[in-house]
């Protein structure tokens, strides 16, 4: 399987799930400029982001283009050791990618 | 007595100055036109809001903004937003002086806690803005960020 564009880190920490991401896009706003050719770059962004717990969503993230080069994303939600989390992102070029772990799990 | 009679009328004229700028602001035909009413499309803070029907957000300060005073790199910027709002169903961040201020919005589902940390890019100075949706109601918060080096084609 090929290298996923996402790390997932899950704790469990007093009756709540801590989920951090890391998502490996480039981001691009559709502004910036080629160095070379002085052409615009296409915007190229996740547009969504969604978090699901045990397949119940806890978490829906809109971004636009202002959101950093291989984003980053930390948030927690009240779940057990347990729980199933998936993260799915997809982008504006219709380009997607999805990740389930386990409470825990590296 | 001359004076006071001016500054009266003065008053009253900026009164009704701001009585039809709002009648103006209102309605967002035009604007839904021009973007398709996508608030992602959108160019300024105040389209944002309008398109998102938060222009009379209250401004609270049970939203704290965790955001560097000065950023080195406009392109990595580290924000964290935390609402202490009861029923908060959204935060969504705005960088004020973006081409595309928003940057981003949350919804939370059911567990949540509403808070989140991102990163975000910054292309100069701006205020980031946070808005919190609890119920039907918009409340606001913002924080100033100054960024030495930009990060939108720096």
Known sequence: MAKSTIKLRTKEKGGKIQVKALITHPMETGLRKDKKTGK???????????????????????????????PFLSFSYAGTKDDKVKLTWKDNTGKSDSIEKKVGEK | MKRRSFLKSTVLASAAGVVVGAGVLSPNVAL???????????????????????????????????????????????????????????????????????????????????????????????????????????????????????????
Request: with cysteine; charged share 20%; hydrophobic share 35%.
């Open chain 1, 40 to 70: 615009k770059i296409p915007e190229h962004y996740i547009t969504e982001v969604v978090v699901t717990a045990n397949g119940k969503p806890v978490l829906t993230a809109n971004w636009s283009g202002s959101v950093s080069k291989n």
């Open chain 2, 32 to 154: 839904a036109e021009k973007h398709g009413n996508n608030p992602f499309k959108a160019k300024s803070l105040d389209e944002v809001l309008k398109m998102l029907g938060a222009t009379g957000a209250e401004a609270s300060d049970k939203i704290k903004i965790k955001a560097p005073e000065i950023a080195e790199n406009g392109a990595v910027v580290p924000v964290g937003i935390t609402s202490e709002i009861p029923g908060t169903t959204e935060i969504i961040s705005i960088t004020a002086a973006n081409p595309t201020p928003l940057s981003a919005r949350y919804t939370f589902g059911e567990g949540a806690v509403p808070a989140i940390k991102s990163r975000f890019k910054m292309g100069k100075t701006t205020d980031v803005v946070a808005l919190v949706k609890a119920g039907d109601k918009y409340y606001t918060a913002k924080a100033n960020v100054k960024v030495t080096k930009g990060g939108c084609g720096g």
